[in-house]
T-cell receptor, first 112, second 117 residues
């Protein structure tokens, strides 16, 4: 079945790296995404990775994909207070290319 | 580019009334638009997918007669919550895709918070 799981909370110190993890169940995923949602706002696409890739880096963001373990991670280097938000892992499936399945979201809080 | 707006950003209505929420793609043509619902501290759940000029496809468990979706043009989709009840109070988010099914990216609106009293 379709299921995307994430831990609910993560707290990191300002300046440290944040690593948010996600697992998914469907091996037919085509694209995997990371979205950011700030309080009371919509979703902002941070980055995405195609399922035949292992890694993607974009400035402070690094996405790692382990297809064997169906594990996706987002690393945010030099975490800043503006990174405080909920981060959603999501996937689209080969069988339903336009449908995005979201995880439960990980709330990232930054401590000084 | 690729901006999606929603109107209103928040609305309070009385139980039994209907509420219409608009979703617009401001600088691109959206072949496909999506409507999501998000309860407090929960993730987004897809309600329906609409393609311009055709009937919306609803997800299992979503009542199509209660949540009326009209995708009248390539830049506008509307969601009407009919005979709203307090349990319909939620954050409704739309998204739009430029290239239709298969496009990897959806652009999300800022959301509309509906409170039914």
């Amino acid at each position: 079945g379709e299921d995307v799981e994430q831990s609910l909370f993560l707290s990191v110190r300002e300046g440290d790296s944040s690593v948010i993890n996600c697992t998914y169940t469907d091996s037919s995923s085509t694209y995997l995404y990371w979205y950011k949602q700030e309080p009371g706002a919509g979703l902002q696409l941070l980055t995405y990775i195609f399922s035949n890739m292992d890694m993607k880096q974009d400035q402070r963001l690094t996405v790692l994909l382990n297809k064997k373990d169906k594990h996706l991670s987002l690393r945010i280097a030099d975490t800043q207070t503006g990174d405080s938000a909920i981060y959603y892992c999501a996937e689209t499936l080969y069988s339903s290319a336009s449908k995005i399945i979201f995880g439960s979201g990980t709330r990232l809080s930054i401590r000084p | 580019g690729a901006v999606v707006s929603q109107h209103p950003s928040w609305v309070i209505c009385k139980s039994g009334t209907s509420v219409k929420i608009e979703c617009r793609s401001l600088d691109f043509q959206a072949t496909t638009m999506f409507w999501y619902r998000q309860f407090p501290k929960q993730s987004l759940m897809l309600m329906a997918t609409s393609n311009e000029g055709s009937k919306a496809t609803y997800e299992q468990g979503v009542e199509k007669d209660k949540f009326l979706i009209n995708h009248a043009s390539l830049t506008l989709s509307t969601l009407t919550v009919t005979s709203a009840h307090p349990e319909d109070s939620s954050f409704y988010i739309c998204s739009a895709s430029q290239a239709g099914p298969g496009s990897y990216e959806q652009y999300f609106g800022p959301g509309t918070r509906l409170t039914v009293t």
